[in-house]
């Protein structure tokens, strides 16, 4: 069992990579955080019990890079998968330097974050099986192999990275939201919302529901997912 500690600032997110692992089996959420400080303490108080951490990479009282610097300083050895919005590559390259190898981009449906895991999974196997033994060039590339994450696919014609970060970033803040609402607060049309938000739909990680009680036609609205 491989014990992992999820670390983010929003709850909803915590509730949604717990049962995301409980689908896949194989893994043990030994404690939570939803703050840059609190992990610190959980990596350091919970020791060899926390193999992995999904580490959010942007809250309230610090970032995953400040995270890593300070446990990797006490000698906290734990493997980081790094959870990052669009804007925030620079950081995740810091953290490379720090152990982080592989990262997940919000939002991400159950099947990419299925992907990531099964790579670390063979990673954790492959480096067992090379423990303590002569390691040849090719045994040192398929190690590495196992963690580098497949080419993200591109978005649609007409979408960007940066304004799906907003768009979700807004549905975050205010779900359910519908594309009217999401207009309005980001200043867009409410026709290019509605694009971005069928996009997060067709993925995975946000489901569509009518919105009755309003006068007229129901609406749509979205919300973030809890599984797939």
Do not use: N
Not at 5 to 19: F, K
């Amino acid at each position: 069992m491989i014990g992992v500690l999820l670390v983010d600032d929003d709850a909803l997110t915590l509730e949604l990579h717990r049962s995301y692992l409980d689908r896949m089996g194989g893994f043990e959420v030994v404690a939570e955080a939803t703050g840059a400080r609190a992990a610190v303490s959980a990596i350091l108080e919970h020791g060899e019990a926390v193999d992995l951490v999904l580490l959010d990479v942007t809250m309230p009282d610090g970032t995953g890079l400040d995270v890593l610097r300070h446990v990797r300083a006490r000698g906290a050895d734990v493997d980081v998968i790094a959870i990052t919005g669009v804007r925030e590559a620079d950081v995740v390259r810091q953290m490379v330097g720090l152990g982080v190898a592989q990262y997940l981009v919000k939002p991400f449906a159950f099947s990419t974050f299925r992907e990531r895991l099964e790579q670390y999974v063979e990673y954790r196997r492959r480096a067992r099986e090379t423990a303590g033994s002569a390691t040849t060039q090719a045994e040192i590339d398929a190690l590495l192999g196992a963690l580098r994450p497949a080419t993200a696919p591109a978005l649609p014609k007409g979408l960007s990275p940066e304004t799906l970060e907003r768009v979700t970033a807004d549905l975050r803040a205010h779900e359910p939201v519908s594309a009217v609402e999401a207009a309005g607060r980001l200043g867009m049309s409410r026709v290019a919302v509605r694009r971005y938000l069928e996009h997060l739909v067709s993925s995975g990680a946000v489901v569509r529901s009518p919105r009755y009680g309003t006068p007229g036609r129901p609406e749509s609205e979205y919300r973030r997912a809890l599984s797939r």
